[in-house]
């Protein structure tokens, strides 16, 4: 793809800069070439032709806006000069039609996974422990702070902060802003790390959240849910959960929900209540003990060979730029659809950013039920998002817009690319749980980490998480594979990026061939291989206060 501009879909009438272009340049073009009128900065687009006032931008073979004052051929695509659009779209489930990939360099590989029951087989083998009220949450630190350490599981991350070197310099008389600058304050982990109690186990999760009282009880009852999927992810070997008692997240709604959404649940699983409790410190000292006996029936798991089909892949997005929808979100598309046709599950989700796709999401439902209920769940949360004083349209942020996404539609066609070509076989509601293989859809909201916790909980044993811009962020059980769009960013951040797909840009690779080895990556990583927000310790957990984020 190695050009200095592309017209993403035959159908488009705005051209995407892949290079930075200067005022008075020739494009070449289809139909003739186009003199700039302005200077066109990389992933920024450009008119194909003039526009007039109130004519539909296509792109990606979609209306993603229309045009709000004149706009001469060659002239920078904006803020100023278009605004959100998107096209109507009505309820034709199954009539797209679907070529499958070739997947016979894949349809004998496996991955080094754990069994659980009912058939699910996990890419980690974590120990979990969740408080069910925020009044819990210095206690779960205090559980950290007790157990992390002791037992081996310092942070993944790649460095250390010594901060007593800076204390002792200033003590010294080393008080100039240029010498504490000049101090070298970093310790590579790997100097401090101890060696694991409990070798079969690839970690202790603490997780804390600001939900389970106060607010809707409505929202107590969905952290519940999402607490169990949790609980039930084939990541999470077991787990501990702190309760204070009082609050409206009660156990008892978070043992019906485990048992709705899995009846033969046998994991184990202590829950301890602390307005039972004798004293704080006998308290904590049973939740530790139960906690290391889990860690020991854990530690009985080992790895061995399963098939492609038992991956279940998150596919997200965050800090996007406007490569994003030409390079990894379609590169990982087609690693979507390899993965579909080998059996195994991929779950789309972020429905603002799906906001002008309906129409092709819809007519790719198997069922005529799943179409409906796609449209139920967009219209109800567009709804609610208006309610708050808002709008799929303010999705866009201002690093998105200023990398040239500019129109919540525009966004979405992009974004919407993750989900490859394959048919949808099922559309969840938030922490409904993913039962069919193939591609799934699940409403959650925009935000990266609230979307990536509500994938999670949903059942996916592996995240992939596409990003131009570098998005500091994983998931605590969930290995997040990321994924740049752009090779700028995959050089300045080495870091956090995992594979760089702006190779396909480069003219490196194609979108089908990073694909392939993106799949390749997944393989390594459902094996055990850490990925970068492993080692970093991002572990991000927030769950969605319903309607109030988009």
Known sequence: MKNSVLKVHPSDNIIVALADLRKGDN????????????????????????????????????????????????????????????????LTAGTSAWSAPDTSRFSHRSFQGYARSGGKVGTRNYWLVIPLVFCENRNIKVLQAALLEPLGYLSERQFSVNTQQLIDAYRQGQQSQ???????????????????????????????????CGGTRQDSEALCRLIAGYILNPNVAGA??????????????????????????????????????????????????????????ANQACRQ???????????????????????????????????????????????????????????????AASAEKFVHLMEAYAAQAVATGSGFDMNPSPGNIRDGLITDAMKSAGAARKGGTSPVTDVLDYTEQARKPGLNLLCTPGNDVESTTALASSGTNLIVFTTGLGTPTGNPIAPTIKMSSNSILARRMPDLIDIDAGTIVEGNDSIASKGELLLELMIEVASGRLTCAEQLGQDDFIPWKRGVSL
Do not use: W
């Open 27 to 90: 494009i070449p073009l289809e139909n003739g070439a186009c003199q700039l009128a302005e200077d066109i900065p990389l992933k920024h687009k450009f008119a194909e032709r003039n526009f007039s006032v109130g004519e539909a931008v296509v792109m990606y073979g979609v209306t993603i806006g229309r045009a709000v004052r004149p706009v001469p051929a060659g002239t920078r695509i904006s803020r100023e000069n278009v605004v959100h659009d998107a096209g109507k779209y009505q």
């Open 178 to 212: 240029e010498a504490i600058m000049q101090a070298e304050i970093l310790l590579d982990a790997t100097q401090v790390r101890q060696q694991r109690v409990f070798p079969n186990v690839d970690g202790v999760k603490f997780l804390t959240h600001d939900g389970g």
């Open 240 to 297: 501990t959960v702190l309760s204070l008692g009082c609050q409206h997240a009660q156990m008892q709604l978070l043992e019906e929900a485990i048992a709705s959404f899995d009846p033969g649940f046998d994991k184990p699983l202590y829950m301890l209540e602390q307005q039972k409790s004798k004293s704080e410190r006998d308290y904590i000292a049973d939740a530790v003990k139960k906690t290391f006996s889990g860690l020991i029936n």
């Open 305 to 367: 060979p399963f098939p492609l089909s038992k991956l279940v892949v998150g596919l997200e997005c965050g800090g996007s730029d406007g490569l994003s929808g030409i390079t990894a979100n379609p590169a990982l598309g087609h690693a979507s659809d390899l993965i579909a046709t080998l059996g195994g599950t991929t779950i789309l989700s972020e429905f603002p950013e799906l906001h002008g796709a309906e129409q092709d999401l819809i007519n790719r439902c198997t069922e």
